[in-house]
């Protein structure tokens, strides 16, 4: 049986049927072909980069990071080719594997390298690796004074590498090397100047908070290999529709939950977000916030079938994603730091996401097409926050900016694509994506749609308000920097992805969101998205969530435009503390884990000492004899061991030849 | 015998235990320069490593015998006493790794011992080295006996050169870790000289008595297997070191020079594990599975145990000792969850482990030897300092916290895989471990590695370790020089290797594992699992 079994896992995995949505296909899933079939290269270029910068060492400084940024276009090439590909298929056709190597074969367990490429993950595969690169590009000049620059372009391919293995396994085990491998690139870059300890200890946080979801993911493996007995794709999605253990996928589920939480700072899991900001700019751009940090969101639509087999596990992601879009909103509204403003924002929009993949099939597309606009206007609203820190002295107080409109025009315009994007005044990108994720959050049965669907037009007044105010306070309003700076527009090499990165924000939703070209070319993947009705009607929502809109836009316009924007921070309401500290969560974090840790360890470390050694030494001491015997051994220990061993020996012979 | 052992024409395990052997004697004895002598050393284990690839070589994974290699020749016939050698696929790669760690940890030793001008200086770096090799003799010797009383041999004969490389040339309380080490291992070896007795007399007798193969699928009387399984159990637990006989471990790997603590804790601890698969569960198959929930409580308890008081650590050999601890809590918690995917990670992590922890101990040496002090509070910022040692330290931290792409992540994930379809509580529990892992490594990386770059050590040359100035040729702080970068280049290409292509052990470990479990019943209630039981009673 198990040969039977281990024969079915070794076949070529174009032999299992992949079957993900709910309406999915179950077709065959090709054996790729022609570009498709070297889609491992997307991979490997990048890799190779990380290793010839990391191991040429000195050698490369020179051209490693024309070099890295290289390699990320060429797998950028790739992308565009396997897409190209991809778009003269058939809908159904349009999912290829791509076998490497035996991975791991361990008795009944086994796992091919292989890689799916299918609508999904080639979505995916284009926006890390146009984003990436473009980011790449901004990094040659953001960078371009550090002696460190070699390293960094190092840490930069290496992240690409494995975040493209992340969302390119076909296999759970295959993915959770890509995991931990972004875990690592993120940890490595917010580390990235490590001298100052309070850095050193943000990474450190984040690598440990994302254990955690780890932990949560490795159990979810686990149980999965356990209950189907295979952790690849095809059979475990397959096999998970007609799965009537519903307590047994709810474990599942929420254990996939608890990955997808850490990774994507989502709550509980979120407090290493906010530290991840010191990170250089160009990493919070890329990777907390245009790709890593939304991986949690592609687990959960990956797995989909997974949580559509438990309402409960469902609920719970709607929920984590309704809670943690008004946490990273309220946080938003108070944050003085201009990046930490934007993460405590990225939060809140992958919050936005997960609620919609929560939702089922009516929202993965949704998610996924906002992950996407997301990923253009975030990444460049972080690479215009760090063209302001460029102009500002690596400031990053917002209030000691303001009226740099007139100073850093292109910084200015493409930031503002990205403000009116994020906050969703149509036409452009955010309000296509946002608009349907809030739409998608008023179907449903009972209280849920009236709380989620609240929660989430709720979520989009406060984030008008909390851009608008991040946006007015740093180029609107009077000037309030400091004496020593002197603002001035970054380079080309700078502008232009900022650039690139603006047009997208502007135009993307529009071109793939109303055309339906984006929902149809995932539907093979993610199921269709029904006829299911808000329970409000369409139009409404979409004037409710203008409305709000505006008065978020004019409040922040008020107090941070018109209205003189202290220095410092005046005390401000308890609700405004509360936020600016993150709502207390680093201290709850604190009092129920921190302290009672370090208390445990420490009891630990004495008993260790005291205790157990001195039980065990006692033990070893009564074999040895008296404690004075003990001493005996100690001096002339040679002669006394040699005799002890040959006693031994000879007694167990003597013993042996008596009894035969 | 040759139901289960593929007879070698060539003795290749003779000449695996006897090479270093020679080598050893020749080291401590032949007049010649010190220098000369530690080449001697270095060359004998790079030969040896020859030999054993080619003997490798000869190994059929797909072969059905349990036993390679085989040689038998009688010794004691009178009480069934057999010089004999064999090797499955767990021994086969244990050995391997033996043998790539000896000529690494001789490189990095080139250093531990001062040379004085006189004679008696130079007799002692002889005598450091030729003990160091004399122990791959041991090594090898342990893992290749498939005789019981032949591997009670080498596994006592073996505390004799692991006890003077810690008592005569390790730190200033030496003699007390020595003492601590000993007197652990004696208690567990004379309870398991007695069970060792007691087996052959339960045994068929003859002339080889004490071969494993008579001695595996015995009817024994189940009160006087669970005695036996108990009197082997412990001295495997004191070796592996297991939680609450662990304490011996701390002591002798922060008093032992570093070369010594990674054969110690690398290669020789393994015949604790190794024991416990190839004697406990081979021989006294009931008896395991009676004591099963003691030893997986024990397991688990290892796991979080040992990590726990590896972050509270102030030390930081201390430290890496007990992360190992906690690793070995994982794999008897594989053995003993008796699957064959948690069985194959286990036998897998113990080759992992060797790697791992080799690196771990030989790089936090190389920091030592520059800033003269174990103490982690003495450190901080030298990843400014000296970018490649902590670029190398990096690496074997994330080692140790078990990175996917890095080897022990493939033997650990394939542990708790393997082990929750038996013990689903303890493989949830231990999994933890990965959180307490990422603590306890990270935060040695960012106390000794990260902040400021520490002004004492530029203006302050009498800070730093006059041996280290003298090799580094007066420089006061240099980084990795071309032999340490000879010595952890290996090391690192082993972690890339088997984490990307753990099927290159894993080929020839899977056979062992069936053999090895197929003695205990494996019941479980997983479609894959219960296919593997089906097919391990059907061998």
């Not at chain 1, 990436?132 to 391919?157: C, Q, T």
């Amino acid at each position: 049986m198990s040969l039977g079994m281990g024969n079915l896992l070794q076949a070529p995995s174009g032999a299992g049927t992949y079957a993900a949505g709910l309406a999915a296909h179950s077709g065959e899933a090709h054996a790729a072909t022609g570009i498709t079939s070297a889609a491992w290269l997307l991979i490997a270029l990048p890799l190779l980069g990380a290793a010839v910068l990391l191991l040429g060492g000195r050698r490369t400084n020179g051209f490693g990071p024309v070099l890295a940024t290289a390699l990320s276009w060429g797998s950028f090439v790739v992308g565009a080719l396997v897409f190209i590909q991809m778009l003269g298929l058939d809908a159904e056709e349009r999912h290829a594997n791509v076998p490497m190597f035996d991975f791991v074969t361990a008795g009944s367990f086994s796992v091919d390298a292989a890689l799916l490429v299918d609508q999904l993950s080639i979505a995916f595969v284009l926006l890390i690796t146009f984003v990436g690169s473009l980011i790449h590009v901004y990094s040659l000049g953001y960078m371009e004074h550090d002696p460190d620059k070699r390293r960094f372009f190092a840490y930069l391919n290496l992240f690409v590498a494995a975040m493209l293995l992340l969302v390119l396994a076909d296999n759970y085990l295959l993915l959770y090397v890509g995991w931990e491998g972004v875990g690592l690139a993120s940890y490595l870059l917010i580390g990235f100047w490590n001298w100052n300890p309070a850095y050193a200890t943000a990474a450190n946080k984040a690598f440990v908070a994302n254990r955690v979801g780890d932990f949560g993911l490795s159990v979810a493996v686990m149980i999965m290999f356990f209950h189907f007995g295979a952790v690849d794709f095809s059979t475990v999605l397959g096999a998970a529709g007609n799965e009537a253990n519903q307590g047994f996928m709810t474990a599942l589920g929420l254990m996939l939950l608890l990955g997808a939480t850490g990774k994507s700072a989502q709550f509980p899991l979120q407090s290493w977000l906010g530290d991840a900001m010191a990170g250089p700019t160009p990493v919070s751009a890329l990777i907390h916030a245009a790709t890593m940090v939304t991986a949690g969101v592609y687990l959960v639509v990956r797995s989909g079938p997974i949580f559509e087999a438990s309402p409960d596990a469902q609920l719970a992601v709607v929920i984590v994603g309704a809670i943690t879009l008004l946490f990273g909103a309220i946080v938003g509204t108070a944050k003085d730091d201009i990046k930490k403003a934007l993460a405590a924002s990225t939060m809140s929009q992958i919050g936005y996401m997960m609620l919609a993949a929560g939702l089922g099939p009516v929202g993965y597309a949704f998610a996924i097409f906002h992950l996407l606009t997301h990923g253009f206007f975030k990444a460049g609203m972080f690479l215009g926050a760090g063209s302001v820190m460029h102009g500002m002295n690596d400031q990053v107080d917002m209030r000691r900016f303001g009226g740099l409109s007139g100073i850093m025009k292109i910084t200015w315009a493409t930031f503002a694509l990205g403000w009116l994007a994020i906050i969703g005044v149509p036409p452009f990108s955010g309000f296509w994506s946002k608009d349907k994720v809030i739409e998608a959050a008023f179907i449903g049965e009972g209280w849920r749609p009236w709380v989620f669907g609240g929660a989430a037009l709720i979520g989009a007044g406060i984030t008008a308000f909390y851009m608008s105010r991040l946006f007015f306070m740093t180029f609107h309003g009077k000037k309030r920097w400091t004496e020593d700076v002197h603002p001035h527009e970054s380079g080309l090499l700078m502008t232009v992805p900022m650039m690139v990165l603006a047009v997208g924000s502007a135009f993307l939703g529009l071109i793939i969101g109303p055309t339906g070209l984006f929902t149809s070319w995932l539907e093979p993947v993610t199921g269709g998205h029904g006829d299911e009705h808000p329970v409000l009607a369409v139009p409404v929502i979409m004037a409710l969530t203008l409305i709000l809109v505006a008065g978020g836009v004019a409040l922040a316009w008020m107090r941070y435009w018109r209205d003189e924007v202290p220095v410092v921070a005046p005390a401000g309401n308890l609700l405004t503390q509360a936020a600016r500290n993150d709502l207390y969560q680093d201290q709850v974090n604190e009092a129920l884990l921190m302290r009672p840790g370090i208390h445990l360890t420490r009891s630990l470390v004495f008993i260790d000492g005291k205790g157990v050694d001195g039980g065990a030494g006692g033990l070893a001491a009564l074999v040895g004899g008296t404690s004075s015997r003990l001493r005996r051994l100690q001096n002339g220990f040679a002669r006394s061991y040699a005799l002890t061993m040959l006693t031994g020996v000879v007694a167990i012979l003597g013993a042996l030849w008596v009894i035969s | 015998m040759n139901e289960t052992t593929a007879m070698s024409s060539i003795p290749w395990l003779s000449i695996l235990v006897l090479l270093p052997l020679v080598g050893s004697l020749v080291v401590a004895f032949a007049p010649g320069t010190v220098e000369n002598a530690k080449r001697i050393a270095l060359g004998t284990s790079l030969v040896t490593l020859v030999v054993g690839i080619v003997a490798a070589l000869q190994y059929d994974s797909a072969s059905t015998k349990q036993f390679q290699l085989g040689e038998y020749v009688e010794w004691i016939p009178q009480f069934g006493v057999s010089y004999a050698l064999g090797v499955d696929g767990i021994a086969l790669v244990l050995i391997l790794m033996a043998l790539v760690l000896t000529p690494i940890c001789l490189l990095a030793a080139w250093h531990d011992v001062p040379e004085e001008a006189d004679a008696g200086g130079a007799r002692r770096v002889k005598g450091y080295f030729a003990l160091l090799l004399s122990l791959e003799t041991f090594m090898v010797g342990v893992f290749a006996a498939t005789d019981v009383f032949l591997f009670y041999v080498f596994f006592e004969a073996m505390l004799i050169p692991v006890y003077f490389l810690i008592g005569r040339f390790g730190g200033p309380r030496r003699q007390y870790a020595a003492m601590k080490f000993l007197l652990f291992s004696l208690a567990g070896g004379l309870i398991m000289l007695v069970a060792v007795i007691a087996v052959y007399l339960q045994g068929p007798g003859g002339a080889d008595g004490f071969l494993v193969s008579n001695l595996t699928g015995l009817t024994l009387d189940p009160t006087t297997e669970r005695l036996l399984f108990v009197g082997f159990f412990i001295a495997f637990a004191v070796k592996a070191p297991m939680v609450p006989v662990h304490t011996w471990l701390p002591d002798a790997a922060t008093e032992s020079t570093p070369a010594t603590a990674t054969l110690l804790v690398g290669v020789l601890d393994k015949v604790g594990t190794f024991g416990m698969i190839r004697f406990c569960l081979q021989m006294f198959p009931n008896a395991s599975e009676w004591a099963t929930p003691v030893v997986v409580a024990l397991a688990v308890i290892s796991v979080l145990y040992g990590a726990l008081l590896a972050i509270g650590q102030t030390d930081m050999m201390r430290l890496i000792s007990y992360t190992s601890v906690s690793h070995f809590g994982f794999i008897v918690l594989g053995i003993f969850a008796f699957t064959d995917v948690a069985g194959a990670g286990s036998s897998l992590y113990m080759l992992n482990h060797g790697f791992s922890t080799a690196a771990l101990f030989l790089f936090a040496a190389m920091l030592i030897r520059r800033g003269g002090s174990k103490r982690i509070a003495d450190y901080g910022g030298w990843q400014r300092v000296t970018p490649g040692l902590a670029g190398i330290f990096l690496v074997a931290s994330l080692s140790g916290l078990a990175l996917p792409g890095l080897a022990s992540f493939v033997s650990e994930f394939l542990v708790y895989v393997g082990t929750f379809p038996t013990q689903p509580v303890a493989a949830v529990v231990a999994t933890g471990g990965i959180i307490l892992a990422a603590l306890y490594m990270l935060l040695l990386y960012k106390r000794v590695m990260t902040g400021p770059k520490p002004e004492s050590l530029a203006s302050d040359p009498a800070a730093v370790d006059d041996r280290w100035r003298r090799s580094s040729g007066g420089t006061v702080i240099a980084d990795l020089s071309l032999r340490e970068k000879a010595v952890a280049a290996p090391l690192i290409a082993a972690f890339l290797v088997l984490g990307f292509f753990p099927n290159l052990a894993l080929g020839v470990i899977n056979p062992a594992v069936k053999t090895s479990l197929s003695h205990v019943s494996t019941a479980d209630t997983s479609p894959s699992a219960a296919g593997a039981a089906a097919e391990g009673s059907s061998k």
